[in-house]
């Protein structure tokens, strides 16, 4: 595994739970690191879409990088603070968090999987090192097909169970 592959996912308790907490810099001002996680259109270009109005506090979100066969699922949004803070309930189960800080020269993006089956993180670490990474891509205006998951997964999987044992 290459050095710009290895594992940077740690655990957390948040909210009584087990969390996967994830953290990438960036050197964009936080206003476009918001964007790339919340406008559909910069969203598109890295992990998925949704549609819907999120006033609503649900949207419809699709995961469009992982083909043409994935449906989209209902996404509750259970916080939103722009510009700093997104918190979602996916499908029927994930809840996801999303926290920036603005730390020269960019952005510091803290994302946490709360974890609700400790056996499955070894296929959902891996995976969202992998989007991370195609997010740093994406904002970089680079190609993020350039991003390849067979250099996450299985050689991070390990890593990802070790760190969720009981």
Do not use: K
Request: with cysteine; hydrophobic share 45%; charged share 25%.
């Amino acid at each position: 595994m290459s050095a710009a592959h290895t594992p940077t996912g740690r655990r957390e308790t948040r909210d009584g739970l087990d969390a996967l907490v994830l953290e990438r810099a960036f050197p964009d001002a936080v206003d476009v690191v918001w964007a790339a996680v919340t406008e559909p259109a910069s969203l598109e270009r890295w992990i998925g879409t949704w549609s819907g109005d999120p006033a609503t506090g649900t949207v419809d979100f699709a995961m469009t990088s992982e083909g043409a066969d994935v449906e989209a699922e209902p996404a509750t949004i259970t916080a939103c603070e722009p510009r700093s803070r997104l918190a979602v309930s996916l499908g029927e189960g994930w809840r996801l968090e999303l926290s920036l800080t603005e730390a020269a020269p960019g952005t510091v993006l803290t994302f946490a999987h709360l974890v609700d089956d400790p056996a499955a993180m070894a296929d959902i670490g891996p995976g969202w090192e992998y989007y991370l990474d195609r997010l740093g891509v994406a904002l970089a205006g680079g190609e993020v097909e350039s991003v390849d998951f067979a250099d996450y997964h299985p050689g991070q999987s390990a890593y990802y169970r070790d760190l969720f044992a009981a």
